[in-house]
């Protein structure tokens, strides 16, 4: 079946793209193109192209599932130069989203025209490879250096203003293809720019390339394909057109079979699995339009960020005047942070911050479509706010709880209608964490379950469901890891050897660190709850620092010291007196040892979870942990790591 079709608007054909979903650059819709410009170059009547694509966006990119085999002809490079050599001028309508060897199409056309809420971009380094097509070669010779650098290495795409200002795009539309055409018919009466291959690039000196590398490679974190391609965008710089695409390509295919790139495609398939379940295809989810949250604290208050970020209608309840001021007070603080750093207008805050309905009175969720609580984690706590609940929700809401350890069952024992409630653990800041553990009981509906997935999709995050155990699968893996760095603590291996091993390992931080981060007391807690029920919980080293005083950043001192309003860990005498008794002689463990021996005890876990059915799959493990513990998505987690040996 074809995959392209020609339309004429008079002298300018339309070749439109009709390659669901994402109008990917499979070899035959390349072989298509390819074929398409030596038919239209011949027609005497064609006087201009416009390139366009049915369906909700432009080229979304290459074919990933072809990354694993043989490259075939035609190659994208040689497309793409073949359009910019074309002898009718091309222009292309871009919708959606253009990116990767998509937007490389783009600009191998004369002109690009964008709808206003399109996005492109160039987003390679995230599956650890480079452009390969004449993104590091061509856009430097469209949009200037610096912006190549920002599109290039980050991987982010740019929404089309943006890009338009950037020179990347030639204009905005609001009826795409007649606008496209009509451009392109007015950009014959004009002499027509050189094509990006012939277009100079100014120089740039040393020291720009200098920062450059550095803030690469401080963002990258280990990643190698960000500074391979800095490396190519100055080498376009500085070499010949045709030699600079030459070193891009042969970059490119340096890195397609690397562990890095092996380890991205992994986890980029492990996603694009999870949003949309297999089981649950075909089941329709309840209205989520309208969403209750109970309790205004830290989680929260992120949540509802989260919700009115994603247009979505919240009632915040809280248990008196005093907190539901607090409340309303951490979600503007959030606002406020997200205003000062350029992710939100001030408008737009002022906007959400009128909308919130916010109340005392339970009987304020009666509209709601779906109920998050998010409250203190005790068991009583939580089943008083569902009594609650089951007086004033409407009796088709779904019923949420955002627990971390708690077994979800308790928290709803003797709810009417089991069947509509269900775990939505959200990870903190909510509004930021990207996963969402979603946890269902035995009497969890189908058609609630499949909401909990919606409401990820809309959330923007990555659903991962779990069965029911002590901290679900992400908690669980966390505990374990706690307790091999406390292993590795008590066989001699220092506190902060530990901390640079997982960072040097590609972590924002090391596991002392973060324990210092987030509070041992809270942890500690929880041990205390525990064996106060009767279960058998091994003595943390932890414990010792928590009933010392030492709960973390927020007491001035956990595993490391901190100066008043300086987060920088420093070594603590003290902590080495209270622990010197439990401690042996350093082994001299090098770095990539100690980060081994870690990440081993988590797949250890994660074993384990597999084999009890906590978690459906190992990639689903590997999403928890790089979306909710920050392990780097190049290294593709440790069930991955396990598996490739």
């Known amino acids: 079946m074809a995959l392209t079709r020609i339309d004429r608007h008079g002298d300018i054909a339309v070749i439109t793209i009709d390659n669901p979903p994402v109008n990917a650059l499979s070899q035959a819709l390349r072989q298509e193109l ?37 490259p075939q002809p035609p190659h994208l490079p040689d497309l793409v130069a073949r359009i910019e050599g074309a002898a009718k001028p091309w222009t292309a309508a871009i919708h959606g989203s253009a990116l990767g060897g998509g937007f490389e199409v783009a600009m191998g056309c004369r002109f690009r025209v964008a709808a206003r809420d399109a996005r ?38 740019v929404r089309a203003p943006a890009v338009l200002s950037m020179g990347l795009v030639d204009a905005l539309a609001d009826d795409l293809i007649p606008e496209a055409v009509g451009f392109a018919r007015d950009a014959l009466t ?15 000196d040393d020291a720009f390339w200098a920062e450059a590398e550095a803030a690469t490679r401080k963002a990258a974190r280990g990643a190698e394909a960000p500074l391979r391609a800095l490396a190519c965008l100055r080498h376009a710089t500085e070499a010949p057109f045709s030699e600079a695409m030459g070193f891009e390509r042969q970059t490119f295919l340096d890195l397609r079979g690397s562990d890095q790139a092996a380890a991205l495609r992994h986890v980029f398939f492990a996603e694009r699995a999870a949003r949309q379940p297999a089981r649950l295809r075909g089941i329709a989810p309840r209205p989520r339009a309208h969403i209750g949250v109970i309790g205004g604290g830290t989680m929260g208050a992120g949540i509802i960020a989260a919700c009115q970020g994603a247009g979505l209608a919240v009632t915040l309840i809280e248990r008196d005047d005093a907190a539901l001021a607090r409340g309303v007070a951490n ?12 992710r939100l207008t001030p408008d737009a805050s002022a906007a959400h911050m ?28 939580k089943r008083a706010v569902f009594d609650q609940l089951a007086r004033h929700a409407r009796p088709d809401a779904v019923l949420a709880t955002n627990t971390s350890y708690l077994d979800p069952r308790a928290i709803v024992r003797g709810l009417p209608d089991p069947s509509r409630f269900l775990g939505l653990h959200f990870f903190s800041p909510a509004h930021v964490m990207r996963l969402l553990e979603i946890v269902p009981t ?20 990555i659903p991962v469901q779990s069965g029911i155990c002590d ?15 406390e292993a590795l603590l008590r066989q001699g291996v220092p506190i902060a050897a530990v901390d640079a091993a997982m960072r040097a390992h590609g972590l924002a931080m090391g596991p002392f660190e973060a324990q210092d981060l987030g509070g041992l007391d809270i942890a500690h807690l929880q041990r205390q709850g525990a064996r106060a029920a009767g279960q058998t919980v091994p003595d943390m080293l932890a414990d010792l620092l928590v009933e010392a005083g030492r709960k973390g950043q927020k007491t001035g001192g956990g595993w490391y010291d901190y100066a008043p309003g300086d ?6 005498q003290a902590v080495a007196r209270l622990l010197a008794p439990h401690l042996g002689a350093d082994p001299g463990l090098d770095a990539s040892t100690i980060a081994r021996r870690m990440i081993d005890a988590m797949a250890d876990e994660g074993c384990a979870i597999l084999a009890e059915g906590i978690a459906a799959s190992a990639v689903d493990i590997d999403l928890v942990m790089i979306h909710g513990y920050g392990h780097p998505r190049w290294r593709g987690g440790p069930m991955f790591a396990r598996l490739r040996g």
């Open 471 to 485: 901290g679900f699968i992400g908690n669980r893996i966390l505990k374990r890891s706690r307790a091999e760095a």
């Open 567 to 572: 987060r920088s860990p420093r070594p603590s």
């Open 354 to 381: 009128a909308a919130l309905t916010a109340s005392t009175d339970y009987a304020a969720i009666g509209a709601c479509d779906l109920v998050i609580e998010a409250v203190f984690e005790q068991i009583d706590v």
């Open 34 to 70: 390819w074929d398409a410009v030596a038919t239209l170059d011949a027609d005497p009547t064609v006087a201009g192209v416009v390139l366009a694509c049915a369906g909700r966006t432009f080229i979304a990119g290459a074919d990933v599932s072809e990354f694993d085999q043989p």
């Open 442 to 461: 035995p009497d969890t509906a189908s058609d609630v379950l499949a909401t909990g997935f919606d409401l990820a999709r809309r959330l923007d995050k």
């Open 190 to 204: 004009r002499p027509l720019p050189a094509p990006a291959c012939a277009r100079a690039v100014p120089p740039v």
């Open 331 to 342: 979600l503007r603080a959030i606002h406020d942070g997200a205003v000062a750093r350029g």
């Open 120 to 157: 492109v971009g160039l987003p390679e380094v995230t599956l650890g490879i480079v452009p390969g097509a004449g993104g590091t070669v061509r856009t430097p010779r469209l949009a200037g250096v610096q912006a190549a650098v920002t599109l290039v290495t980050t991987g982010r795409p």
